[in-house]
């Protein structure tokens, strides 16, 4: 089964605005990563969120974890341009494979 | 340097004909993974090398081989290409096997199957 699920979205907004994007899945996880994919590009790792934190910040990225939902979020904070990308999360534990999520396409305009 | 590379980025195959992709990494990690990704679809794990022990997944068991001659080099052999075989692949390495060690991607090879 599925252990990371995202419902694939595409989204589009302004430089400078905030937006967030959100990752549910179907079983225990340990850790959730967010990797951010480029065009042209492979995943990068941009945040990783333990099971004992719910709330993780790196620079304008902030990633929150909720167990008993079993959901996580990504936050970006005064997008800019450059934060063109598609947002993967991905879930595991320990000893077993990262799953991903569909991921959401995000597209910041001047 | 925490770069992985593959090659080629761009493949055109023949229905039927073999497809041999590769990947190079330098960061001297004990695990690489090639993963399928389609369009609107999640990144799929195929299989993955554990040092010189290879894991296939079982839904896709017999559809893919890997080779892993040395630490640094990882290929990905598909032996007759169906048109179902168009996607993005994409290589990764870890320090550890599985897990919640960061993976580090390549840029993917772009295969078409016509």
């Known amino acids: 089964s599925q252990w990371g699920e995202e419902n694939l979205q595409a989204l589009s907004i302004q430089e400078g605005e905030d937006v967030t994007m959100n990752c549910s899945y179907k079983?225990?996880?340990?850790?959730v990563q967010w990797y951010r994919q480029k065009s042209g590009k492979g995943p990068a790792l941009i945040i990783l969120?333990?099971?004992?934190?719910r709330e993780k910040r790196s620079g304008r990225l902030r990633a929150t974890l909720d167990t008993s939902s079993q959901s996580s979020s990504l936050s970006i904070t005064g997008t800019l341009a450059t934060d063109t990308a598609v947002y993967f999360c991905?879930?595991?534990?320990?000893?077993?494979?990262?799953?991903f999520g569909q991921g959401t396409i995000l597209k910041v305009y001047l | 340097d925490t770069t992985v590379k593959q090659n080629p980025r761009y493949k055109l195959a023949r229905v039927g004909k073999p497809v041999n992709l590769i990947c190079s990494q330098t960061m001297n990690h004990d695990t690489m993974y090639w993963y399928q990704k389609k369009p609107n679809q999640a990144p799929k794990l195929l299989l993955f090398?554990?040092?010189?022990?290879?894991?296939r997944e079982a839904d896709t068991f017999e559809k893919f081989q890997s080779s892993r001659p040395n630490n640094s080099f990882c290929s990905l052999y598909i032996g007759s290409a169906g048109l179902e075989y168009s996607a993005m692949y994409l290589c990764a390495s870890s320090r550890d096997v599985l897990g919640e060690d960061t993976q580090y991607f390549g840029p993917g090879t772009r295969l078409l199957v016509l």
């Open positions: 090398y554990y040092d010189k022990i290879l894991n």
């Open positions: 991905a879930t595991t534990s320990s000893g077993q494979k990262l799953v």
């Open positions: 969120i333990r099971s004992n934190e």
């Open positions: 079983t225990y996880t340990t850790v």
